[in-house]
């Protein structure tokens, strides 16, 4: 049975750091691509940032340069590193795991697994 469990979340100022991890079980983790996505309140969910099976990282362009998508394949676990928040990043952050390409991932698609996701609340 596959699981992916994040924790990290809670309150934070407005440009403050926090840092999400995800770890994973039951599944070869270093063949997946893995990556986050958010859904703030009463919006649809968006991509945040992927890395692929290969450690090539690609991002939206609402975090581009802020936050930081890592992972280590010994530990099962994917990281998203979130510096400098702001109150628009207030969203459940979700991580997922896909077989499918990165393009196909960042619109969502073809994904595997999803975790349950985890509340990150930034303060103005």
């Known amino acids: 049975q596959v699981q992916l469990v994040e924790s990290g979340g809670g309150l934070v100022q407005a440009g403050g750091s926090l840092r999400l991890s995800c770890e994973a079980s039951g599944l070869t983790f270093s063949r997946y691509n893995m990556g986050w996505f958010r859904q703030a309140p009463g919006k649809e969910r968006e991509f945040v940032a992927l890395?692929?099976?290969?450690?090539?990282?690609l991002y939206s362009d609402s975090v581009k340069g802020r936050f930081t998508v890592s992972r280590d394949n010994a530990k099962n676990t994917v990281y998203l590193q979130m510096n400098s928040l702001k109150p628009e990043d207030t969203a459940v952050y979700s991580c997922?795991?896909?077989?499918?390409?990165?393009?196909?991932?960042?619109?969502?698609?073809?994904?595997?697994?999803w975790g349950k996701g985890t509340l990150v609340t930034v303060s103005s």
């Open positions: 997922a795991a896909a077989l499918s390409s990165a393009s196909i991932f960042q619109r969502g698609g073809g994904i595997d697994h």
């Open positions: 890395i692929t099976h290969s450690s090539g990282r």
